[in-house]
């Protein structure tokens, strides 16, 4: 049987530590101090604790003595007491639990290592991405880690312009969003849409740390961002057909020209159509009338996706000996666009936002490639063509089938999780806020 009774070794001394004694039998007889000491008028040696009320003769008789200081001492040593019984009970329970219970493992248990722990209020944002791109694994794509770090660049600039020695997770606050968008748009040239876009991926950085038991600054869901209406153009039912009777000797433009009604006809992403291919499409019967469909995973959301063919799309397949054009790059394939709506006349004056050279003029050429801090968006009027680019497709197959194919039908084809961000994409949120309040008035 384990007896632990506690102990003072010299009553001779005024102020002595307290000792522990854990003996089981013949096999085990330890001896160990502990953290505490008492003074010896305080010590009950019989009952091995320190005492808890202290009497005087009074009157004859034994009364409690009262005041200040012995309140005082009787509350510290009842804390003693109580780290006592709790380290009695530890040691009782840790011997029963081990198969071996040594003087090492007494003095673990009243002198335990004590681990410094990271002080998690000091985690650097900058570091704080790498940890975040980890924690993903396999699940994001490259093109997402290309997202991350690239926001995490503009950080580490907006750190050197600012000459700041260390950014943390707790620093970004209201004063912090400030400041950033103001260096974002006066120096990075950034659209305002632009920085909304990166700062909300920044709160997401932000709320994964938080999950992880990182503090941030408390006041993060509350700062919000201006965003500009967005301008964007689509090519209509006409325009559409127009293309499509075009041709164009040059094989590199009529390629260009098949893939850009692949996409107005599809709803995909370049990322998705430039990888079509004729092994993807697959036969089905719907109400008695054969159907192809094509299946793949969308590379930006991972979705599953049977999509049915567009008589259109048939016709160029059919065009083609039955095969998709060849495939090309995106920023050729943007150049190549481009040429094909100006060789067909879609060239009237329309609002939009072209990415222009620092320095040079709006009607000067436009550059493809985007250099650091080079380039920034003008808004103007501009001819059409000049404003067509390979998300173009994917924006008139949404604006162009919205209200003649069912909201969620539409939406599966699209990829959009919520019907919102469908019509805030295709810029018709004011429209069906304006069509809804019509209905009440």
């Known amino acids: 049987m384990l007896k632990v009774k506690f102990f003072i070794k010299n009553p001779k001394e005024v102020s002595n530590s307290i000792y522990v004694r854990v003996r089981a039998g013949r096999k085990l007889d330890l001896v160990s101090t502990t953290k505490e000491v008492t003074n010896l008028s305080d010590w009950n040696s019989e009952e091995g604790y320190l005492l808890e009320s202290f009497k005087e003769l009074k009157n004859g008789k034994m009364v409690d003595r009262r005041g200040a200081e012995i309140k005082k001492r009787i509350l510290e040593n009842t804390k003693v007491n109580y780290r006592l019984s709790e380290l009695r009970k530890e040691i009782e329970d840790v011997y029963k639990a081990s198969e071996t219970f040594n ?19 000091k985690q650097s944002f900058v570091d704080y991405f790498e940890t975040f791109i980890n924690s993903k694994g396999s699940s994001i794509s490259e093109d997402y880690v290309t997202k991350v770090n690239s926001i995490k660049a503009i950080i580490e600039r907006y750190s050197k312009f600012k000459k700041l020695k260390d950014l943390l997770l707790m620093d970004i606050d209201t004063d912090f969003k400030n400041d950033f968008e103001k260096y974002c748009l006066n120096v990075e040239k950034y659209s305002a849409n632009y920085f909304e876009r990166n700062f909300k991926f920044i709160k997401t950085i932000l709320y994964h740390a938080q999950a992880n038991g990182y503090p941030i600054y408390h006041g993060l869901s509350r ?45 995909q992403r370049i990322s998705d159509f430039m990888r079509f291919n004729t092994s993807m499409i697959t036969k089905k019967y719907i109400l008695d009338k054969e159907k192809y469909f094509i299946e793949f995973v969308q590379e930006k959301t991972k979705k599953q996706m049977l999509l049915p063919l567009h008589e259109k799309i048939i016709k160029i397949l059919e065009k083609r ?19 094909v709506c100006e060789y067909v006349g879609i060239d009237e004056e329309v609002e939009g936002s072209l990415s222009i050279e620092e320095g040079k003029d709006s009607k000067q050429k436009i550059q493809t490639l985007k250099s650091k801090n080079k380039r920034r968006k003008v808004k103007g009027m501009y001819p059409k063509y000049k404003l067509i680019s390979s998300h173009t497709g994917r924006r008139s197959f949404a604006s162009n089938n919205f209200g003649t194919i069912p909201t969620p039908l539409l939406m599966r084809a699209t990829g959009h999780s919520s019907e919102a961000m469908l019509l805030k994409y295709i810029g018709k949120i004011e429209e069906q806020q304006s069509l809804a309040l019509a209905e009440y008035l």
Request: aromatic share 10%.
């Open 103 to 121: 003087a090492q493992t007494l003095k673990g248990l009243i002198f335990p290592v004590v681990i410094e722990t990271e002080d998690l209020s």
């Open 223 to 267: 700062i919000k961002c201006v965003t500009e209406k967005t301008m964007f153009v689509i090519l209509t039912p006409q325009e559409l057909e127009l293309i499509e009777e075009s041709k164009f000797s040059d094989e590199h433009l009529e390629a260009a020209k098949d893939w850009l009604l692949i996409s107005c006809y599809s709803g």
């Open 321 to 339: 000996d039955w095969d998709f054009p060849r495939k090309m790059s995106e920023p050729r394939y943007n150049e190549h666009i481009k040429k």
